[in-house]
């Protein structure tokens, strides 16, 4: 077998890396249009990840967020994105390189992007980032993230889950402001 000197792998990971980047930029631009919400899955130990020393005490490998429901400031670069989130009624500002997301995926239409990451290939000389965390606002509810602790669901559970969670909120009232609803609730056993 030869050695594949073009490295389409890579190539092919940048291309679907652009797809995130592009959704990400329209709804930074616009807002998430209909039932669109993105589960976003990445390495808080990666080159160029900024989280708060709470969150990266919390989620020393990786950890899963959710832009759904409320977020705020969103901006997105070439290189990452950034976004305000709640944790526990506290606002922290999170910067994500796009090199460090593992997942991508959008329940609404079963949508996922898998990348391969491998936190071995940090850049020399990079230094992992921190950011403060903010002082406490108004409770604001957030869906929880999920921790390296946690197995990673398989795309097939996280579809079933997805659906099951559609049919449940069919029949019931919408979540209550402040609510934080366990994303164990939605894993298969």
Known sequence: MTDDQIRYDI?????LRGVMRK???EVARAGL?????FFITFLTGAPG???STRLRER??????????YQYWDLKVTETGFEVTLSFSDVPEKLEIPFSAVRGFYDPSVNFELE???KPDEAAPGAEIATLPAAAPPAPV?????????EPRKKPAARKDAAKADAKSDA???????????SLDSFRKR
């Open 59 to 68: 989620y020393p490998e990786q950890m899963t967020i959710v832009l759904q």
């Open 33 to 37: 249009p209909g039932n669109h919400h």
């Open 23 to 25: 959704v990400l930029a």
């Open 115 to 117: 990348f391969d990451v």
């Open 11 to 15: 190539l092919a990971q940048e291309a």
């Open 171 to 181: 029949g019931t009232e919408p979540a209550k402001s402040g609510e934080v609803v």
């Open 49 to 51: 990840v900024r989280i």
């Open 141 to 149: 509810a957030v869906k929880p993230v999920e921790s390296a602790d």
